[in-house]
């Protein structure tokens, strides 16, 4: 539990050092265009890691399935699996 | 209304309230209903996917900039311990970006799926719809169809196979009809899965895909090979390491047009994702991680060729 305080306060730190609490980096000052919308041909709205969330939740989906012969049901798989995926 | 008519709709009425009472009961049970919401930050070096070099876009828009998003998933499972179930989903995400706001996104998807378990084979029939939105404006809709099946060899080893059927819609404005992006996709999937010990497997897929487009710019074939792999770490059960790298191959159909009298060659792309991402459980139902991804999609057409990085930390409760 030490650990894992210590890891929110070297992240809010981190944050407050690079973010806007902070002095502005180059990429924070970068002049933006007046336009009003976004370049619709080129940006894609996913956010990253979509495809990875999708492949973990089939992955998961499909560790529930029974072997040949085995005797493990869906459920049963589910309670003991960790939740691993990474959601987006 | 005919006499006939009459017993025929006391049927159906009772069979309607015969299946809701179930899934009332079964939702009262706590085996049925699952939530599942996430919340994270994240520094996004390139939020716009404005090209490497910047004078390839029609004007520079910013780059990066933080990122707040969240992620609540609620479904319900009609019959879990069952062969046959029917599982439906509301997915919710939105983004926002505190100096590029143009680009905070808000996604609504909404899906049924239908599965029927056969020994060790599992049918899957998954239809969803998905309405994104970007800065307020209605962005992109469509519709996705994924007959699916699995089949798990033994303990370890199993495989899938899958056909996609997509439509399609974008609703921002294009300049000429070449640009336009609204189309249908169909493309079948191939994946390969090694469960090697409880909550880690590594995952191989490969999938095609061939889109159709409304504006010829846009009609063009996708090759996606990803391996991934959920790693729970020895000696530190609390702790899971995810990694993917996802390689993908676009060449598109027809020479570029941008509307003025430039050539350009058929446009191709090539695109490099890789993710880390590092999980700690704090509570059965509570984890945290922290994150890295990587996207390069290297594209002679300079307009689509950029660099992105994405690291940042998300919560995330499960039930």
């Known amino acids: 539990m030490r650990k ?31 336009q009003a919308a976004p370049d619709t041909q080129r940006f ?7 495809a990875l969330k999708k492949a973990n939740e089939d992955a998961e989906r499909y560790s529930k399935v029974p072997p040949p012969g085995g005797k493990g049901s869906g459920a049963e798989s589910k309670k003991s699996a960790p939740q691993t995926e990474e959601k987006k | 209304m005919g006499k006939t008519k009459v017993p025929i709709l006391m049927v159906m009425l009772l069979g309607l309230m015969l299946a809701v009472g179930q899934a ?32 390839a876009a029609a004007q520079v828009r910013g780059q990066g900039d933080m990122s707040y998003y969240h992620n609540v998933k609620l479904w319900y499972n009609l019959n879990p311990a069952g062969p046959w179930d029917l599982e439906a989903k509301y997915d919710y995400y939105q983004n926002f970006h ?38 307020s404006d209605k962005y992109s809709t469509n519709f996705d169809l994924s007959p699916t099946v699995f089949h798990r060899y033994s303990q370890e080893i199993g495989i899938e196979t899958s056909l996609t059927l997509a439509r399609y819609y974008a609703w921002t404005p294009i300049a000429i009809p ?23 497997y590594i995952q191989a897929r490969v999938r095609y895909d061939y889109f159709a487009a409304g504006g010829r710019n846009n009609d063009g074939s996708r090759v996606h090979f990803l391996v991934n792999g959920v790693y729970p ?86 039930y």
């Open chain 2, 98 to 135: 505190p100096r590029l706001s143009i680009y905070d996104t808000l996604m609504h998807t909404f899906t049924v799926k239908p599965s029927y378990l056969s020994g060790s084979t599992m049918f899957y029939l998954p239809f969803s719809y998905n309405f994104t939105d970007v800065q």
């Open chain 2, 24 to 55: 009332w009961g079964a939702a009262l049970s706590g085996q049925n209903f699952h939530i599942d919401a996430a919340a994270g930050i994240d520094w996004d070096s390139n939020v716009s996917q404005q090209p490497i070099k910047p004078s």
């Open chain 1, 4 to 34: 894992i305080l210590l890891s929110l306060v070297v992240f809010i730190i981190t944050v407050a050092l690079v973010g806007p609490m902070g002095p502005s980096p180059s990429w924070a000052t970068e002049p933006t265009s007046p």
């Open chain 2, 178 to 200: 070449e640009y336009d992006r609204s189309g249908r996709q169909i493309g079948p999937v191939l994946g390969f899965y090694y469960f090697y010990k409880p909550g880690g």
């Open chain 1, 44 to 50: 894609k709205p996913e956010p990253p890691g979509q």
């Open chain 2, 233 to 318: 770490l020895p000696y530190h059960p609390r702790f899971t390491l995810n990694m993917f790298v996802d390689l993908g191959l676009e060449p598109y159909e027809h020479h570029y047009f941008d509307g003025t009298r430039t050539w350009f060659p058929r446009r191709h792309d090539t695109i490099f994702n890789f993710g880390s991402i590092l999980t700690y459980s704090i509570y059965k139902t509570l984890t945290v991680n922290v994150h890295y991804y990587l996207t390069r999609q290297a594209s002679n057409i300079p307009t689509y060729d950029y660099v992105r990085h994405v690291v940042g930390g998300q919560l995330r409760f499960t």
